[in-house]
T-cell receptor, first 115, second 113 residues
């Protein structure tokens, strides 16, 4: 049991649509992350939230907009995406600060296809 | 910046063979090192970890030793099974925690009966 859930598991959207990805963790963690996984490329860290505050944005295009209303929920709002944005989007969470905080727990991912 | 390099795949082995997947890294400071596994259609699962030099992480028959002198964290298993077929990712965490991990590209492992 992963403790981190993501919905939807699969999403197909047109370039003019607006959609949102949802992530929820039941582990009592304080940090949450969005990663993008594309074929033949390393996982790309997109956003980091620590205690609901965004602490990292890795030069992600503005068509991706994160939201973290509390430590248990994380959203990724999508609008006017491009076909190259098609990928598996993974959410992760980690414990409070300290060496153990590097240990991240991942959700199953949302497979996004942009048509 | 930090980086992780893994051997290219896919790696195809017969059941009960010995497995080694190489991983080397560059990082500032003293990173924590991880191996994650991704089964088809699923997210990443933590397989094992090591937080300081000479530590050995182990789980489900897999082992990896944190070698600071060679900046390596190679994954090994003595006898693989078909159920070990998956993609394996080496990763490191450095800085102050909650900064995100740096991942390698992943190695696709295929075990044939």
């Amino acid at each position: 049991e992963t403790g981190v859930t993501q919905t939807p598991r699969h999403l197909v959207m047109g370039m003019t649509n607006k959609k949102s990805l949802k992530c929820e963790q039941h582990l009592g963690h304080n940090a949450m992350y969005w990663y993008k996984q594309s074929a033949k490329k390393p996982l790309e860290l997109m956003f980091v939230y620590n205690f609901k505050e965004q602490t990292e944005n890795n030069s992600v295009p503005s068509r991706f907009s994160p939201e973290c209303p509390n430590s248990s929920h994380l959203f990724l709002h999508l609008h006017t995406l491009q076909p190259e944005d098609s990928a598996l989007y993974l959410c992760a969470s980690s414990p409070p600060s300290g060496r153990e905080s590097y240990e991240q727990y991942f959700g199953p991912g949302t497979r996004l296809t942009v048509t | 910046g930090d980086s992780v390099t893994q051997m290219e795949g896919p790696v195809t082995l017969s059941e009960e063979a010995f497995l080694t997947i190489n991983c080397t890294y560059t990082a500032t400071g003293y990173p924590s090192l991880f191996w994650y596994v991704q089964y088809p259609g699923e997210g990443l699962q933590l397989l094992l970890k090591a937080t300081k030099a000479d530590d050995k992480g182990s789980n489900k028959g897999f082992e990896a030793t944190y070698r600071k002198e060679t900046t390596s964290f190679h994954l090994e298993k003595g006898s693989v099974q078909v159920s070990d077929s998956a993609v394996y990712f080496c990763a490191l965490g450095s800085g102050g925690g909650a900064d995100g991990l740096t991942f390698g590209k992943g190695t696709h492992l295929i075990i044939q009966p």
